[in-house]
């Protein structure tokens, strides 16, 4: 039997092997397993303070890494991947190493999963660890002025989405994040439905119009960088293009990376590493070095 095409033209089968990096790349748990000890090496270099609470549910946690100096230092939020339903901010904390290094405040986000919430709870979450930061600039030296995003993954997308946010609801400036990074996001939720990931997702019609940045505009006129790697499927260089081009021209600067080589998971080495094309591109964003 031939099966159903569900969205461009692609099947089930189709989606399940465009969006399954862990199939796609068969030594992930060894990528993780390498990046465990540089975790653990910048909770030893840097000042930081770890699980702070911004909010009721156990897992809106966050952590604080500051570099040297008295500051006020520009502000950038991480929010890790995993496809909103897995991992945790202590899996990549290694990430701010470059960021920290030149002279920024990074703050490693944690937020409930799905499904023990849905997408709305989790972004509101992911909203209010932004508000947090903002309203608390002065307790870690931080400048309230200079507060950008990022993310990986289903970070991408929450980077992304908050780059979307009608900040004057929360109390704050409209333009209150002043730009985002956006790695291999997923910015059109509606292959999701599709494939695999919906076994646990149960994303809704109305989600996918809510949730998709693609769909929507960077309300705060900030700049964006969106990344992707060049060994990464199709479905998601074309994800990373046509964010890109769908924002291009609405709001602030957009700036389109493929890192050569890299993969789902290497990027993140691309985004800690100091000295690479990358972690550059977000320290220019910022106004640093």
Request: charged letters at 20%.
């Amino acid at each position: 039997m031939t099966e159903q095409t569900l969205y461009r033209g692609m099947t089930r089968s189709d989606l399940d092997f465009q969006y399954n990096n862990r199939a796609r790349v068969p030594n992930h748990a060894e990528i993780y397993a390498g990046w465990a000890p540089a975790c653990t090496k910048v909770t030893e270099d840097f000042d930081c303070r770890l699980d702070v609470v911004y909010g009721d549910h156990p897992r809106e946690r966050l952590d604080i890494f500051k570099p040297e100096g008295d500051g006020p230092f520009p502000v950038r939020l991480f929010f890790h991947g995993g496809f909103w339903m897995s991992r945790d901010k202590e899996d990549s904390r290694f990430v701010v190493q470059g960021q920290v290094e030149a002279g920024a405040v990074v703050i490693s986000v944690e937020y409930a999963l799905i499904p023990s919430v849905d997408m709305t709870e989790l972004m509101r979450q992911c909203r209010a660890a932004v508000a947090w930061a903002w309203n608390n600039a002065d307790s870690y030296n931080g400048d309230r002025d200079r507060l950008f995003v990022s993310g990986h993954s289903a970070g991408g997308h929450i980077a992304a989405m908050l780059q979307a946010t009608d900040w004057s609801a929360w109390g704050l400036p409209a333009d209150a994040v002043k730009g985002a990074a956006a790695l291999s996001g997923i910015f059109d939720l509606a292959p999701m439905r599709h494939c695999y990931i919906d076994d646990t997702l149960h994303l809704t019609e109305d989600d996918v119009g809510a949730y998709s940045p693609e769909f929507l505009s960077p309300l705060g006129g900030g700049s964006t960088l969106i990344a992707v790697g060049g060994a990464e499927t199709e479905e998601f260089l074309r994800q990373s293009q046509a964010l890109s081009e769908a924002w291009t021209g609405k709001a602030g600067k957009v700036e389109l990376m493929e890192v050569p080589g890299a993969n789902h998971f290497t990027i993140l080495d691309h985004y800690a590493g100091p000295d690479s094309d990358l972690c550059r591109a977000m320290v220019r964003q910022m106004g640093l070095g």
